[in-house]
């Protein structure tokens, strides 16, 4: 069966950085986009980026642009989000997720490929 098994994360001081780590099994990793959301108490679920199976596009939420970092290893069946410049309005539950497309419209994704979330805590 297909699993996303994430690391990383953690509390760290505004302006800070974290990565998060997303390791693939049970599926063609070279068939599916990667991609992260994120979600806060009372908050709707957001998609914060996306990377295509060969890197060849990137989406980013305004929210994150010029402070995340989307990558992904296909060797290692593994994709990265480097977070810097980390602000308290950053800290929700981040999510790994895999799916067919990488678009403008990965807060739509329906996919069922999601790793079990790792929180992210920026303090003040």
């Known amino acids: 069966q297909v699993q996303l098994v994430q690391s990383g994360g953690g509390l760290v001081q505004a302006g800070g950085s974290l990565r998060l780590s997303c390791t693939a099994s049970?599926?063609?990793?070279?068939?599916?986009?990667m991609g992260w959301f994120r979600q806060a108490p009372g908050k709707e679920r957001e998609g914060v980026s996306c990377?295509?199976?060969?890197?060849?596009?990137?989406y980013y939420a305004d929210s994150v642009k010029g402070r995340f970092t989307i990558s992904r290893d296909n060797a290692k069946n593994m994709a990265y989000l480097q977070m810097s410049s980390l602000k308290p309005e950053d800290t929700a539950m981040y999510y790994c997720?895999?799916?067919?497309?990488?678009?403008?419209?990965?807060?739509?994704?329906?996919?069922?490929?999601w790793g079990q979330g790792t929180q992210v805590t920026v303090a003040s």
């Open positions: 997720a895999a799916d067919v497309y990488c678009s403008a419209s990965w807060s739509q994704s329906t996919t069922d490929y």
């Open positions: 049970g599926l063609t990793f070279d068939d599916y986009a």
């Open positions: 990377i295509r199976w060969n890197g060849d596009y990137t």
